[in-house]
């Protein structure tokens, strides 16, 4: 079956260090995304990429990086610099990210959850 | 104020109940509308996305006003495998971005 899959499900980091999230799709989808989601707060883009080899920065980018050398892969690295980065991460994929309308909707992996001793 | 705006709640409703949500967007420029359910703890998916005549599927009935820019989602004859977050979810017309609304929280009790 298609789908995304992230992983690790649950992280724990000290503080300082840099975490690399995973996220792989075989749904052959263009554009990738990473959220954040946090209590009481929707769903943040962090990063999006529409193609491979290229990614732009979404509403709350500082302290993150990604990178997207293959379709299937796009990994979220969590920096030391990102203030407060205990949260759940989301990853989605659309076939475009041109025209979100019915038949282009996203599909989202289940998720990680990270957590700052 | 935010973009979308939504009843945290949460509603809590008996069994067989009827419940209806409602969510405001401020963009005039939104053009794609969607409903989404998130479980506990776990990744929001698609319930339905909504068009401008109004949709239903099954139990669920979702209706776009452009005039007051607001959505709606109905839930009739609502069953305890209900209970969960409903994100109202906005595309901006000719951005990449969607809009997620923080969720109402519906609990369905026996």
């Keep these: ?117 | 104020r935010k973009e979308v705006e939504q009843d945290p709640g949460p509603f809590n409703v008996p069994e067989g109940a009827t419940v209806a949500f409602n969510c405001t967007y401020s963009n005039s420029a939104s053009q794609s509308f969607f409903w989404y359910r998130q479980d506990c703890r776990k990744e929001p998916k698609l319930l339905m996305s909504v068009y401008s005549s109004g949709n239903e599927d099954g139990r669920f009935t979702a209706q776009l006003n452009r005039a007051s820019q607001y959505i709606s989602l109905l839930i009739r004859d609502s069953k305890l495998s209900d209970s969960a977050t409903y994100l109202c979810v906005v595309n901006i017309r000719n951005t990449d971005k969607l809009i997620f609304g923080t969720g109402t929280r519906l609990q369905v009790f026996p």
């Design chain 1, 1 to 117: 079956d298609g789908g995304i899959t992230q992983s690790p499900k649950y992280l724990f980091r000290k503080e300082g260090q840099n975490v690399t999230l995973s996220c792989e799709q075989n749904l052959n989808h263009d554009a990738m995304y990473w959220y954040r989601q946090d209590p009481g707060q929707g769903l943040r883009l962090i990063y999006y990429s529409q193609i491979v080899n290229d990614f732009q920065k979404g509403d709350i980018a500082e302290g993150y990086s990604v990178s997207r050398e293959k379709k299937e892969s796009f990994p979220l690295t969590v920096t030391s610099a990102q203030k407060n980065p205990t949260a759940f991460y989301l990853c989605a994929s659309s076939r475009s990210s041109r025209a979100l309308t019915g038949a282009n909707v996203l599909t989202f992996g289940a998720g990680s959850r990270l957590t700052v001793l």
